[in-house]
């Protein structure tokens, strides 16, 4: 476990042991870092970033990050804590070993019904929110002060191991940075997945592009399928074409497996996104996904019926799925001008109200990717 606090907020992050060892020796545990935010009744639980997690354990154990320690009489350096900004602190981090407390209880909503599983009262909730052991002892504990009043490139330290011993030092004023970013803890530490889109379930895309030489005609992408295989097709006035199923399935992949660079801040209405170019995007996608009540009958069907007939009716299956299925909306706006993280651009996604950052080299390609009829 790893306990970070601020002057505003606690978060905790927990990394449950394995309960049993992996059947082959090439199927290694993954780290599966918990993060939970809030106090008390307000606990919430999210699944935390395993890259970011890591990196913060390295920057408290790592090397090389004391810039000078601090000598002196321990008295001697109690009297400089305050001016050092170290009581009160600015921050701190405490790193813990076997500290999980493992008899976190569900929560008893139904008494009577309860009383009669006797046997089962006291199993650990599977959903429970972790915790650490009363009382549990730090490894190590990281207490973070101000910038040195002579030089501000540096910051004080008080390093608290187990066993109570402390040591005094300066680190440079990045390594602060680092481990209490510019945008907050909870979205520094969050896990950066987005919520997965199956390539195969994605039956429909409205898709417009803008380069620097002009905003290009929107395409109206549609998967149909036909003797139990399934083709890709650009829809408008005239009817439908047969699209190249190569260039269309890597744009679908690009834009169902969307990675986050980096979120940015929670957006709501009064949010200015003319600034992140997301009023007039560098790109458009809206995403039409099947819903499972519909592939249930597209399997149904194809079971139950000879095959000319599913042949026949596969138009309308898909035109089913077109109309209950759920639509993710996509936006790419500008690049960013911050100089730490280009080479990026802003991006939004409907079913998530973070604006988070994509890599420029994921942009470029469902931008400048040319997608034209088949060669037939």
Known sequence: AVVLKDDKTETQFFRPEEKAEPKLPMMQPGQDWLMVLGADKEKKKEKASDLAVSQ???????????????????????????????????????????????????????????????????????????ALKKDAPAE???????????DKTVVHVRRTLKDGTQTYFTVKKEFVEKLLPAQGVELAYLDTSLPAIP?????????????????????????RGSDGKEYWYLVDKTGAKLADLGSVDEVVHRLATLPVKKWLKKLD????????????????????????????????????????????????????????????????????????????????????????????????????????????
Do not use: C
């Open 56 to 130: 913060l354990i390295v920057q408290v154990l790592g090397k090389k990050a004391i810039v000078k320690f601090d000598d002196g009489a321990k008295d001697d350096l109690k009297k400089k804590e305050a001016e050092w900004g170290l009581n009160p602190r600015v921050a701190e981090v405490a790193v813990f070993i076997n500290a999980i407390d493992k008899d976190v209880k569900a929560e008893k909503k139904d008494e009577k019904k309860d009383e009669k599983k006797d046997e089962k009262k006291d199993e650990p909730k599977k959903d429970a929110i972790p």
């Open 199 to 223: 390539d195969e379930d994605i039956v429909a895309i409205q898709l417009q592009r803008t380069t620097d030489k002009g905003t290009d005609p929107p395409l109206d992408l549609q998967r």
């Open 140 to 150: 190590v504990t990281l207490t973070i002060g101000t910038a040195d009043k002579d």
């Open 269 to 376: 209405d009064k949010d200015d996104l003319e600034k992140y170019g997301l009023k007039k995007p560098t790109i458009l996608a809206k995403i039409t996904v099947k819903n499972t009540a519909s592939a249930a009958a597209d399997v149904f069907g194809r079971l139950a019926l000879p095959q000319s007939l599913v042949t026949a009716a596969v138009g309308m299956l898909w035109q089913r799925e077109l109309d209950p299925g759920k639509i993710v909306t996509i936006e790419i706006g500008g690049p960013t001008e911050n100089e730490k993280d280009k080479p990026a651009y802003y991006a939004r996604r409907s079913d998530s109200k973070l604006l988070f950052l994509v890599p420029s080299d994921h942009v470029k390609f469902i931008r400048d990717k040319e997608i034209g009829r088949a060669h037939v």
